[in-house]
């Protein structure tokens, strides 16, 4: 029975996975002893395992509350800073960390999962600007490195560079030198975010340049992936990470990354490769076995910017294999060229922007010649950004100047601003994706001002059932919510544009004019996990779903043209009788 086993026994059954069979036991053993903070700590560790979050926290709580050693503290800690991390409450963090101290020295015992509970927990100091506390435990996590396993030892490496201690440039560079290129290619993804989160701008450009230089073809090699897996290579900008730390998952970009982080079939691989720019000429190329060309650099004022959209073009120009969204129709979709592109689609308005150079010219000269050719309000707004950020909405000539001597760089644009508010006080904006040709609803946001952001919808809905109903229909029927004339409208851009996968941002105003805020690849059109329900509205799940399977459905049925393609460019038909037949892969 449970209350006959040794702690060493639940231990042991927690270890294997026998979850229930481990609580019970740790429920005995807490009855004989309640003021236990190591068992009731993995009593909280096995309920946070088990889906359990309310009662893991009450038990850690509770064990934080008695105390313990060193280890146990920190572990406990680690458990408890994790589960508001997955609940996705980041600001409850760091003042969990400043309630409970640590004792000093530390003394991480020999086992591998104790270091991690260090090791996590100071990377979650790190992350939230506290380098005190994440160097008081790297040098205990430094002293107690014989219990880490090769994995642990990189990332206490990258965390000790970005604090600046134990491992400096040099050291870690050469230390990077003695491992095999998978390993140095994490080790250095890891120290690019550890330089971001202590702002260490010496190890940032270190690592990057490194990256760029060293590793800009990743390759799937997922287990469970052979030779019918149809391989699927996506290129991308480098300045954009996810998923850094895991050797197996590419990294960087939007969209189909995200989709590539997730995907867990063996039918498609996503390979990767970085485009460096300028920086660098690019010294490696992909493996020759792609199915498919995914080009990922999707926003055309980053991609001239940076100088990659010349290598990029040079690399899928003559290529045997389908390439979707193209380079050269990409760069059709900058904000500059869009008024030309989309110009006299019947009740569509588009707002006239112009680019400026800052160069010796005032910047009230600037102002004066924006407020001449656009008028006031105009949107003041840097050249590569999105998600609002470096925008303003300027309403006299002092402060249009003024925006423009904020901006980073020596490029802005100057935009129209054209009016589309419901009502006093309340803004729309409608998102439409185009995935193979099809139209999704992806987004119907509603904001207090005239920019529009989802992150500011969320809170708006949770208080506003009327307006979530209203995104709930356009998502369910987006064509019968939009009528005839704004589907004819869409489909007139998407005629225009001609990409394989795109969105477009759009509102109307009060007599049913449709004004285009944008249409490109670069915003996030794909949604996360279509089944995550936590972090959006269960409304949105079913249109998520559907965009998943298109994006899915088309990138498998390309590759699949891309794969006779290939082989036939390869080997040639081959010829049986008076048919030809394709060889197969």
């Known amino acids: 029975m449970a209350e006959e086993l040794t702690r060493a026994e639940a231990l042991a059954l927690h270890r294997s996975g026998s979850l229930e069979q481990a609580a019970a036991a740790y429920d005995a053993l807490i009855a004989a002893g309640p003021e236990d903070a190591d068992l009731i700590g993995l009593r909280g560790i096995v309920a946070m395992q088990s889906g359990d979050g309310q009662g893991a926290s009450l038990h850690l709580d509770r064990a934080l509350s008695l105390g313990g050693d060193d280890a146990v503290l920190v572990r406990n800690l680690n458990a408890r800073a994790i589960i508001e991390k997955d609940g996705d409450r980041l600001d409850a963090i760091p003042p969990l960390l400043a309630e409970h101290p640590l004792p000093v020295p530390l003394a991480p015992p020999g086992d591998t999962a104790a270091f991690g509970a260090y090791l996590s927990l100071a990377s979650f100091a790190l992350s939230f600007r506290d380098p005190e506390r994440a160097a008081l435990l790297a040098n205990a996590c430094l002293e107690g490195e014989a219990a880490a396993d090769e994995a642990q030892r990189i990332r206490l490496a990258t965390i000790l560079a970005g604090l600046g201690l134990g491992r400096e440039l040099q050291v870690l560079g050469d230390w990077v030198a003695t491992r095999d290129r998978q390993d140095a290619r994490k080790l250095w993804l890891e120290a690019w975010l550890a330089g971001q989160k202590v702002k260490r701008r010496d190890i940032v450009e270190r690592a990057r340049a490194n990256v760029l230089r060293e590793f800009p073809y990743h390759r799937d090699r997922r287990p469970g992936l052979d030779g019918d897996t149809l391989r699927v290579l996506v290129l991308r900008s480098p300045l954009t990470l996810i998923r850094p730390a895991d050797p197996e998952t590419n990294f960087g970009g939007n969209t189909i990354m995200s989709f590539a982080a997730m995907y867990t079939g063996t039918a498609l691989a996503f390979d990767s490769f970085a ?57 059709r979709t900058s904000r500059l060229e869009m008024g030309e592109l989309l110009g006299g689609i019947s009740g569509v308005r588009l707002p006239h922007t112009i680019m400026g150079k800052k160069g010796d010219t005032p910047l009230k000269a600037h102002a004066n010649s924006i407020a001449l050719e656009i008028g006031l309000p105009v949107i003041i707004r840097s050249v590569a950004d999105h998600r609002g950020i470096n925008m303003k909405l300027c309403k006299t000539i002092d402060e249009t100047e003024a925006a423009i001597a904020k901006l980073p760089g020596d490029f802005y644009y100057a935009i129209e601003y054209l009016e589309t508010r419901v009502s006093t006080s309340l803004w729309r904006k409608f998102r439409v994706a185009f995935i193979d040709g099809k139209p999704f609803g992806r987004r119907l946001t509603f904001g207090r001002d005239w920019m529009v952001h989802g992150r500011h919808w969320r809170a708006i809905a949770k208080d506003s059932p009327k307006l979530m109903q209203e995104e709930a229909r356009f998502l369910a029927d987006t064509s019968g919510f939009l009528g005839e004339p704004a589907m004819r409208a869409l489909y007139e851009i998407r005629d225009r544009i001609k990409l394989d996968f795109f969105g477009i941002d759009f509102s109307f ?18 949604p996360g996990r279509p089944e995550d329900k936590a972090k959006e509205f269960d409304h949105m799940v079913e249109s998520r779903i559907a965009m998943h399977e298109t994006f899915e459905a088309m990138l498998l049925r390309r590759a699949a043209e891309g794969r006779a393609a290939r082989l036939a460019a390869e080997e040639g038909p081959l010829v049986l009788g008076d048919a030809a037949a394709p060889r197969t892969g």
């Open 509 to 526: 105003n009060r007599q049913g004019e449709m004004t285009i805020f944008e249409a490109n690849a670069a915003m996030r059109v794909l």
């Open 275 to 331: 485009f460096p720019g300028a920086e660098s000429a690019v010294g490696v190329r992909p493996e020759p076995d792609a199915d498919l060309v995914f080009n990922n650099l999707a926003m055309a004022e980053a991609a001239y910017g940076r100088g990659a959209q010349q290598q990029v073009e040079e690399m899928t120009a003559g290529m045997t294999v389908p390439v979707l969204n193209p380079p050269e129709l990409v760069a």
